[in-house]
């Protein structure tokens, strides 16, 4: 094993070796390892924060594993067992550390337990056919709704997602450049980022769905990507109304199955989803070192 190398950025191909391995590991776990952040990240997209990429190589000069500062850990299968993850923890440094481990599987639970990581934080993958009926959910009176434009709706976006998301670190903390990097993606279409407005075009909440290709065993999925209603227009039926809307335009384009992430402790969206008929389908548990 060579030292960990600790990097601000990724040369193209590393970049594409990290992407290469973090493919390999799905293979093997059934899961893709890396969260979507980390790969813009990866790809030298997001805010400029102080973040590090810490890549080891194996004797044989394959990347064996890659870690990414405050975020996610992953070894290459070929190379698991050989200290890699431990090296990989160990030049990270000794201060509070998290990783994602996507999966609740017992090889990730022993290696957090023997270093000392505690679970912090469930995230659930719901899902629910698009095949069964929608309920019907009108708009709250005065309330309409319309495409986002690029260029001219981001900063009444970033106020709304900051309050909805205050408690919830990852995407209430979203920057201009953050929303910029998602807007400049392939997948992107304004035309599934749903707003709602009030007749003065003030912004209540939001839906931006986000279409995956098929993948493995998984079929193309609509997802829920980011919905958020402002705190003052909390419990009058917009967040009900804005997911139905937003699953309908996913059904519109064909899709047959609509996924979504949330926190086990966000219990105010859980129940909403589970009123609509998603359930859960796969859970990630983040580990935190104090
Ligand atoms: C989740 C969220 C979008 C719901 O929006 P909303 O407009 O307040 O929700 P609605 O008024 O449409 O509520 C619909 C149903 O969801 C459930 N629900 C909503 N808020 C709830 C709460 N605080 N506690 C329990 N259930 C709640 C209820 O079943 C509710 O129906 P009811 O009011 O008839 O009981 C909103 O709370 C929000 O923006 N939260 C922060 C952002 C977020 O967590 N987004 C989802 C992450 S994936």
Not at 169 to 193: H, I, K, M, S, V
Not at 205 to 228: M, N, R
């Amino acid at each position: 094993m060579t030292p960990v190398q600790i990097l601000d950025r990724l040369s193209a191909a590393q970049a594409a070796d990290v992407l290469a391995l973090a493919a390999a590991a799905e293979q093997a776990d059934g899961v893709y390892p890396l969260s979507e952040d980390v790969v813009l990240r990866v790809r030298g997209g997001g805010s400029p924060a102080a973040h590090k990429h810490f890549l080891t190589y194996a004797d044989d000069g394959r990347l064996a594993g890659y870690a990414f500062s405050e975020g996610e850990l992953v070894v290459h299968p070929g190379y698991r067992r050989r200290g890699h993850g431990t090296a990989l923890l160990a030049a990270a440094g000794s201060g509070p550390l998290r990783f994602w481990a996507h999966g609740d599987e017992d090889g990730a639970r022993a290696f957090a337990e023997k270093n000392g990581f505690e679970r912090v934080r469930v995230l659930w993958q719901m899902r629910r056919s698009l095949t069964e009926p929608l309920p019907d959910i009108p708009l709250p009176a005065g309330v309409t709704l319309r495409g986002f434009r690029p260029g001219l709706d981001e900063d009444a976006w970033l106020g709304v997602n900051s309050r909805a998301f205050a408690h919830h670190p990852e995407q209430g903390r979203w920057t201009r450049d953050d929303l910029l990097a998602r807007e400049a993606e392939p997948w992107f279409d304004p035309a599934g980022f749903l707003l709602a407005v009030d007749v003065a075009d003030t912004l209540l909440g939001f839906h931006w769905t986000k279409v995956h290709p098929a993948s493995g065993d998984d079929p193309a999925l609509g997802e829920i990507y980011v919905l958020g209603v402002d705190p003052a227009g909390h419990r009058k039926g917009l967040g009900a109304a804005l997911s139905v809307a937003g699953l309908r335009h996913l059904a519109g384009q064909g899709l047959t199955v609509a996924n979504l992430y949330v926190d086990e402790s966000n219990t105010a969206a859980a129940a909403l989803y589970r009123r609509l008929g998603f359930a859960v389908y796969k859970t990630d548990i983040n580990y935190q070192r104090p």
